[in-house]
């Protein structure tokens, strides 16, 4: 059973959700600055009773009803502060039977209207149904069950595309009484259906019709049931040899920094996808406007004290790469880091940059806000939905919406492509790479904060460890 403070926290979470706040707005209405809420609610220190009398006045209730969990402190929040009380989106996301809270204690401030304070007791309201019929089941949860390939769907939110998030996360921790981690491991749970139906709704007005089940290129398909096909997403595992062999010998100590990136394939969704199905064509000649994967011999890689973005590959000869590794060699050529590739042929559609871009953003927006306000459960519940939508919308039975084999693989390249570009970044600040590897990791020897920004955003990176090549190992 949660204690009276960590509830407090889930609560205050969970208003902050409804009304759109982040933690800046909050701490200044109720005397306190960001980083004094921050550790509030991250359980560093307490929250008062004085604190608690302020958030209730902040939101309209009696303290009473804010400490009687998030269920019903929303239930009791008046209509006035939600910033979307009486616009309904598309695709509501209340539970499909939510238990009704129970009744608010008299607010110190004017008490709503009856049909004021039903609009906030309940998210959005379930169409009718006759008694025959089951319920809907909410937004998210009910986008994506069908197994039969279907057009596009153009029912578009009336509402910002993060509210789809922010409220489906109201929804289930309502559903979950408030127990946050029940509401995350239901969030996590419908995280493929949910992500699909976002991107649907991203889809609505979209200058492109894009192709959910093109025909699969041969060179796509698995060799296997069990196996993989032939392309190569150039997944990193490099060190720097020469360093690493003279600090064994115990010739030089070098001090290292582990860096790590931020959501990484969250920041792989803005790339270059095929729009259609893929079309063969051969010759040595790349199109900036079509994307797919192609057959390429890659030159010699001529930079030793950098990696190559084929990344751990080791055998020589052509290979199948995608659009991103043969775009970064491309430009890695005209930087002489290596001699050019050569096309000898492809697979690929009309392209755009901004098929997943409105979806991106939306879960980008939500991220920030769950990381400003602590909001653990958020925070997961969006790694979810762009971790899942990238690992199943090749050939996965956890996703019956799309089969973009080409898109998955492309997506992936691109968070292999996005580190070697911070390596490439740091090696030109003059840091010195010592090792990279997976889709998130980077080992520098140098004064990386005058080079990268530090902080959880997706343009921030983290110091994961630090250790000393050449002492005491």
Known sequence: MMSTEETLRLTVAALMQLTRERQPDVAAAIGLTQPQLSRRQSGKSAWTLTDCDRLAAHWGMPTLDLLAGPTHAAGCLPAARRPTA?????????????APPAPCSAAPTATPAPAETAAAAAPAPAAPASSAAPAPAPALAAAATSSVPRTPRRAAPAGPLPDLIRDRV?????????????????????AVPD??????????????????FPPTAGILQKRSQKGADAIWEGRPKWRAVDLHRAARAGHITVDVTALDMNAAYLAALKTWL????????????HDPKRS?????????????????????????????????????????????????????????????????EKMRRALVTVRDEAIDNNDEVTTEYVKSMYSKFVS???????????????????IRSQAFVNLWLKAHKAHKAGLTVVQMSGTDELHVSGNWQAVFPEGRGLSQVKAKSMYTLGGDE
């Open 292 to 356: 797919g994967v192609h057959l390429v011999d890659p030159g010699e890689w001529l930079t030793p004290d950098l990696p190559s973005p084929l990344g751990s590959r080791q055998e020589p000869g052509p290979l199948w790469i995608t659009e991103p590794t043969l775009r970064a060699l491309i430009r890695c050529a005209g930087m002489d880091l290596c001699t050019p590739p050569k096309i000898m042929e492809s697979w690929t559609s009309g392209a755009s940059e901004g098929l997943l």
């Open 86 to 98: 009486d616009a309904q989106t598309a695709m509501p996301l209340a539970p499909s039977a939510p």
């Open 170 to 190: 109201v929804a289930a921790l309502t559903e979950a009484g408030g127990d946050a981690d029940v509401a995350q491991a239901a969030l996590i749970k419908r």
């Open 274 to 285: 095929p729009i259609g199905k893929l079309t063969h064509s051969e010759g040595d000649r």
């Open 392 to 410: 199943t919308i090749g050939e996965s039975a956890a996703n019956r919406e799309i089969r973009r084999p080409d898109w998955m693989h492309i």
């Open 195 to 212: 992500v699909m139906a976002l991107f649907a709704a991203s889809r609505v007005g979209g200058r492109y019709e894009h192709s959910e």
